[in-house]
């Protein structure tokens, strides 16, 4: 019997890149396709419509013909994924379509009642996914979902045929699923070259130096473990495993040793890779596990042979990890500082593991990063929904401060709202967006707003100007830090008040990095 074919997709960010982001593959779909192959020989094909678009993913659709396709979605993405999901449908109609990743967790019932989706899994694929592939027959998703077995198969959401839903039973997922997944990826399948030549392609050296990403193009991520517990409640990755009602998921994660023997099969496949992101919501979680894996580091490749990025929070950074990790070759790490004001980090629920005042441990951590010689990347939530107007003004001042002096930024303006955030319990005035998809109009979260009806007009106000500036320069692939700091220089000026340090900042950051198009002054004083 010929096997039938089945078709993973990314989640497809119509946005990228943003200012400072990097064309990466969809290392979890590639996960999904590596088990699947390895425990039951299917035949998977892998697309990635952020780097291909519609025209490159219809192409793909028409020529295989699968009897399968499955989306892996992400809350800012979801929206382009059921539309993707819905061009499937209208081609293939008697293709099964399934939807799993971070973004489905909450919206599950809305997903497969009015979203078009058969089947949304919950929790990790990789296992639904083989399960799913075996009740395959020639009718394709009348064969599935008429199958019994199909409730056999743990953290489904599946589509019934009033539109209703049923979900079977829950299960929290294993170590041995974990690592065996992990142990499956096949390196050689993902086309990273196709990835670095597009980072090349779109960002100058200029723009590159400024950031201060050199030799970080060819860049590997890898996932090292499966989840962040710590519960800020603007987050979803706390509780998008915990599928079992009042049990929650224990985070599984990679020994040191597991993580190398990863890097050598990855570097195998692509020896021109030059650095690696632990792509962990918190790689520092674990200190024994981190201090570990920079001793093994610097023992298996030597000091300066590879570089590394990571994740972690200001509360885990100390002059011994951040030395012990600087000498096994961390050049960036991610700092989720969200905010310098002890009044709006309170209303986050970061749970940090600190007593005292938060803006000095925050610049205390990026300080150290600098001093390791490991340049902090620093993320701004600057319209949280409990910030006031001084709690807003300490974080400008200490992010250009900071900035200054070496650092480099993410904004994130509004926070995103994210369906399995603890946020949703709360009184939060939420931005939704309809959309129009197989028949019915979903009415999808996107931000929540400021509290603040001052400041919620505020921060319109000052993405609008600051997404009309992109638009008429252009500039969409405007280096980090420019493009936040430009941000921040918005807002100030929208509040009157003074810019000068602001703008000193940046006539510093353009001598530095000499002649590079869409320097900031230049189209910031046209």
């Not at 300080?367 to 939530?381: H, N, R």
Request: proline share 6%.
């Amino acid at each position: 019997m010929t096997k039938q074919r089945i078709l993973l997709v990314g989640p497809f960010d119509r946005a990228a890149p943003r200012p400072g982001q990097y064309a990466a593959p969809p290392l979890g779909v590639y996960r999904m396709a590596g088990y699947a192959r390895q425990t039951a020989n299917l035949e998977i094909d892998v697309f990635d419509p952020s780097l291909s678009g519609v025209r490159g993913f219809l192409q793909q659709v028409r020529s295989t013909r699968p009897a399968l396709v499955g989306f892996s979605t992400l809350a800012p993405t979801l929206e382009m994924d059921l539309r993707l999901a819905a061009l499937v449908r209208r081609i293939l109609p008697g293709t099964l379509l399934v939807m799993g990743g971070q973004g489905v967790a909450g919206l599950e019932k809305l997903l497969a009642e009015e979203g078009g989706i058969d089947v949304v899994v919950r929790g990790f694929g990789e296992e639904p996914l083989v399960a799913l592939a075996h009740l395959l027959g020639p009718s394709g998703r009348r064969d599935v979902l008429a199958d019994s077995r199909l409730g056999d198969i743990p953290n489904l959401t599946v589509r019934e045929s009033a539109g209703t839903s049923c979900q079977t039973r829950p299960a929290l997922a294993s170590a041995d699923l974990f690592r065996n997944a992990t142990e499956a990826i096949d390196f050689a399948r993902i086309p990273y070259p196709h990835y670095w030549a597009e980072n090349q392609r779109r960002y100058p050296s200029g723009h590159v130096q400024l950031m201060k990403n050199e030799g970080l193009l060819n860049t590997i991520r890898l996932i090292t473990q499966s989840h962040c517990p710590l519960g800020c409640n603007y987050c979803s990755s706390t509780r998008f495993l915990d599928v079992v009602e009042g049990r929650r998921q224990s985070v599984l994660m990679q020994e040191p040793h597991e993580i190398i023997a990863t890097m050598e099969r990855a570097l195998a496949a692509h020896p021109e890779t030059t650095s690696f992101y632990l792509n962990d919501d918190d790689f520092v979680l674990v200190r024994r596990r981190a201090l570990e894996f920079a001793r093994l580091v610097i023992e298996r490749f030597g000091p300066g042979r590879l570089s590394f990025i990571c994740m972690t929070r200001v509360d885990h950074v100390d002059e011994e990890m951040a030395q012990t990790l600087a000498r096994a070759g961390f050049r960036l790490i991610f700092l989720g500082v969200e905010t310098f004001s002890g009044g709006t980090l309170l209303a986050m629920e970061k749970h940090l593991q600190h007593r005292g005042d938060y803006t000095s441990l925050a610049r205390r951590a990026v300080l150290t990063l600098l001093e390791a010689g490991i340049v902090p990347q620093i993320g701004l939530i600057p319209f949280y929904p409990a910030v006031r107007v001084g709690e807003l003004l300490v974080t400008i001042e200490n992010a250009v401060d900071l900035v200054s002096r070496g650092a480099r930024l993410s904004i994130f303006p509004l926070t995103d709202a994210y369906p399995g955030a603890s946020l949703f319990k709360s009184s939060c005035r939420v931005s939704h967006k309809e959309i129009r998809v197989g028949g019915h109009t979903l009415r999808l979260p996107i931000h929540f707003l400021p509290d603040d009806p001052a400041m919620q007009q505020l921060a319109i106000r000052a993405i609008d100007e600051h997404q009309t500036l992109r638009t008429e320069r252009r500039t969409n692939t405007m280096p980090q830090p420019v493009d936040g700091l430009y941000f921040l220089r918005t807002v100030l000026r929208q509040l009157g008040r003074d810019t000068a340090t602001v703008d000193r900042v940046l006539a510093d950051l353009e001598s530095q990095q000499g002649r590079v198009p869409c320097s900031p002054l230049q189209y910031m004083n046209a």
